[in-house]
Nanobody, 127 residues
Framework: QVQLVESGGGLVQAGGSLRLSCAASGRTFRSYAMGWFRQAPGKEREFVAAITWSGGSTVYTDSVKGRFTISRDNAKNTVYLQMNSLKPEDTAVYYC????????????????????WGQGTQVTVSS
């Protein structure tokens, strides 16, 4: 398994931007597809974005398309989520996750497809 630590969350006004980072331990980071999920108060955790091991393919949930960008730097063992044009409904705890081995070349979107999770970072967007 890989250990994941998120950072970069905070308080931002609507229309602003934040970049989340997720640092992974271990030399096998490049073996994993990576994803971001979020959980708003009183709601279930939901998929946000995913990226293949190579970074060659990405997928997003409809509500963030055109505003969020997932990327990765395998040399730094880090995956990023650039969030622009933030809205109050983006307020949530954001989690990064590493996909299970069989998903490395694909973009998994279901929680069950991910085997390791970070502790989460809070993003709050004020109106």
């Amino acid at each position: 398994q890989v250990q994941l630590v998120e950072s970069g969350g905070g308080l931002v006004q609507a229309g602003g931007s934040l970049r989340l980072s997720c640092a992974a331990s271990g030399r096998t980071f490049r073996s994993y597809a990576m994803g971001w999920f979020r959980q708003a108060p009183g709601k279930e955790r939901e998929f946000v974005a995913a990226i293949t091991w190579s970074g060659g393919s990405t997928v997003y949930t409809d509500s963030v398309k055109g505003r969020f960008t997932i990327s990765r730097d395998n040399a730094k063992n880090t995956v990023y989520l650039q969030m622009n044009s933030l809205k109050p409904e983006d307020t949530a705890v954001y989690y990064c996750a590493a996909g299970r081995a069989q998903w490395a070349s694909m973009t998994p979107i279901h929680e069950a497809d991910f085997g390791s999770w970070g502790q989460g970072t809070q993003v709050t967007v004020s109106s």
